[in-house]
């Protein structure tokens, strides 16, 4: 994922910064709880393809 695009990216629920976890491929709005699924390098912003993140993910932070 290039570090320009993830300067502009903001999570489109809250408009919140989000975090890059690569070994998962995703994109993370700990404001949302909510993981934003990154493939083939293309960010897919769409609040019904995002998984709700766990309470053991969300406190591991």
Do not use: H
Not at 31 to 41: E, I, L, N, S, T
């Amino acid at each position: 994922m290039d570090a320009r695009l993830l300067d502009v990216l903001v999570c489109p629920l809250c408009k919140g910064s989000l975090v890059y976890n690569k070994t998962a491929q995703e994109l993370i709005c700990y404001g949302d709880k909510m993981a934003f699924p990154v493939r083939d390098d293309i960010p897919i912003m769409w609040a019904e393809q995002a998984r709700t993140l766990t309470t053991e993910e969300v406190d591991a932070r």
